[in-house]
C-alpha cells in the first residue's frame, strides 16, 4: 500500500453545488474500510461546511479555510493556525463599501471583482497579508498560510508522509497542496491550469471524479 492518505478539495471536487452525493460517500466509505484515511482540504469556513456536508466524520482531519484552520471531526477540536484578522483591516474593507465579506478565525472572504480594492486596502495598512483567489472567491490569509501549510500540519499529526498523499482538486487554490503530495490528481472539471500541473486527470468530473480515482487507487496503487 503505496497511498495511505487521499487529501480532498470539497467544491468542485467531492461536491457538486456544494453537496455529496451517495455514490461518492460510498466511495469514501471503501477508502476507509481499506484502511486508509481522509483529509478534507478546503477554502470554505468550518461552520458553512459542517452545515453543508453531513459526513464529516468519514474525515480524519478537516483543513480549513485555505489552510488556516484545523479540524479533528472525532473529537471537535478545532486549532487556528494563524493570527485572526485584524479589526483595523476589516474596518476598512467596509468603510470602502466591499461586500458580502465574511470573515472566519483566520481568513476574510469575499467576491471578484473586489480584489483590486482589497489589495489597496492592504497596502495602505501596511499588512503582511496575501490575497489567493478560488474560481470567483477572493481570499484573504497571512502571507505564507494555504493549502498545503495547513495539510503539512494534518499529515503530522497523523504521522503519515506526505509522499504517501494524493491531492486531488478543481482550482487554483489547490495548486500548492498539489505540489506537497506524492500524487496530484485533477478532476475533470478542474481548471486547465490544474490539469497541467496534475499527474493524472480524471475521466469524470466532481465527486464521480474522486469515486474512480478510489477505485483505481484500491486496485492497485
Known sequence: ????????????????HGAL?????????????????LVMVTGRELGDLQSVCPRLDLFEYVVAENGALLYHPASGIEKALALPPSEKFIIALR???????????????????????????????????????????VMVLPTGVNKAT????????????????????????????????????????ALPSLKEAADFVTCADHGAGVEELIDRLLRDD
Not at 21 to 37: D, M, S, V
Not at 115 to 123: D, G, H, K, P, S
Open 150 to 189: 495547513g495539510l503539512t500540519y494534518a499529515l503530522e499529526q497523523m504521522d503519515i508522509p506526505s509522499q504517501n498523499a494524493v491531492a486531488v482538486g478543481d482550482a487554483e487554490n489547490d495548486h500548492a497542496f498539489f505540489a506537497m503530495c506524492g500524487r496530484s490528481v485533477a478532476v475533470a472539471n
Open 21 to 37: 452525493t451517495y455514490p461518492t460517500i460510498a466511495a469514501l466509505e471503501r477508502w476507509t474500510a481499506a484502511g486508509r484515511r
Open 1 to 16: 500500500m503505496r497511498y495511505l492518505a487521499l487529501c480532498c478539495d470539497y467544491d468542485g471536487t467531492l461536491a457538486t
Open 95 to 137: 468603510e470602502r463599501g466591499i461586500a458580502p465579506i465574511s470573515i472566519g478565525r483566520v481568513i476574510v472572504a469575499t467576491w471578484e471583482p473586489h480584489e483590486t480594492q482589497v489589495l489597496e486596502v492592504i497596502r495602505d495598512l501596511g499588512l503582511e497579508l496575501q490575497v489567493i483567489f478560488n474560481k470567483g472567491a
